[in-house]
């Protein structure tokens, strides 16, 4: 057989994987590009900056998740496309572990996942125990909140490459590393977990907090119905935040989990998932954009400065 007959038949048989692998690239592209707009704008100001801190954490957790799919995507396409007969299909799972894209994936999961929850908890905190609130929900409060996020994320991380170099680094695993070859069951169960539960908990509270907001506006007077309005605004954008999380991420997380145990997906139905979890990167700027009319005046703004320049250069280069 020729090398192009083996070249092609490798690419019938991966083609779902290549499929995918492009999508992971293309919408994790777009990822990078919508969270890094979000970060420039609550980052214009002081006040933004001071407001919206936890949305810029989960701007920052969701740039890191689609560079890992850009990373993973541009990593196994390349795998694939330079098989021959001669290559290595199965590598020890450390080596995976080295590999860039396993860790990030895991890092692009769980932290926006635990800073989402604290979103909840923020929102659920205001509404419920307003005075509370507003004596101790301050900037600095906020911040320590992401520092938590980070250091449990970062620990859960350590742990990943700990487990895997202490007890299983010579396991022998498929050369795409998946991240229970990667990490073993345990820890990607953990992964499900923390994926799973953040986003559910976080639409719980905010849930809560809205259906209670709503209540409150209707009862009390116009002067204090018109700072319930605010919090109703902030809490229908984390309550979307939350809903279209657990949409693409809980739910596919959930069908991963059960695969092989209570029922069984093709492999090109269970790519779609992941790529369900890049794209759970996107939409926020969407969201976010349709609730908060300051990032949307800020964003349009940004939109006419960029295409100026751009069409000042056009018409310097043609001059």
């Not at 199965?90 to 590999?99: D, I, K, L, N």
């Amino acid at each position: 057989m020729s090398q192009a007959n083996v070249t092609q038949t490798l690419e019938q048989m991966y083609a779902a994987s290549l499929l995918s692998y492009k999508l992971y690239m293309a919408i994790g592209g777009i990822a990078i590009f919508t969270n890094i707009v979000i970060v420039i704008i609550f980052s214009s100001s002081s006040d933004l900056r001071v407001k919206y801190q936890l949305l810029i954490a989960l701007a920052i957790g969701e740039l890191i998740n689609g560079v890992a799919f850009v990373v993973a995507g541009v990593t196994k396409q390349r795998l694939i496309l330079s098989m021959t007969n001669n290559t290595v299909t199965m590598w020890p799972a450390w080596s995976c572990a080295t590999e860039w894209y396993p860790g990030l994936l895991l890092l692009g999961a769980q932290w926006p996942a635990c800073v989402t929850l604290f979103l909840g908890i923020e929102r659920f905190a205001a509404v419920h125990f307003p005075v509370w609130y507003k004596v101790n929900m301050r900037a600095s409060a906020r911040f320590k909140m992401i520092v938590i996020s980070v250091v449990f994320a970062l620990v859960s991380l350590g742990i990943a490459y700990a487990q895997t170099y202490l007890f299983f680094r010579n396991d022998l695993t498929t050369f795409l590393c998946s991240l229970t070859g990667v990490y073993g069951t345990y820890y990607v169960a953990w992964n499900f977990i923390v994926t799973i539960f953040g986003y559910l908990f976080s639409f719980m509270l905010n849930a809560s907090a809205f259906l209670s907001a709503k209540s409150k506006s209707r009862l009390i007077n116009s002067g204090l119905n018109a700072e319930m309005g605010k919090e109703i605004t902030l809490v229908r954008l984390m309550l979307s935040i939350s809903f279209f999380s657990n949409l693409l991420v809980s739910i596919p997380n959930l069908i991963l989990w059960g695969q092989g145990k209570f029922w069984s997906f093709s492999s090109s139905a269970l790519g779609q998932l992941y790529v369900s979890f890049c794209g759970s990167s996107v939409i926020n700027i969407f969201i976010i954009s349709s609730s908060t009319r300051t990032f949307a005046r800020s964003y349009f703004a940004l939109s006419l400065m960029v295409y100026g320049q751009s069409l000042v250069y056009q018409l310097s280069m043609r001059l």
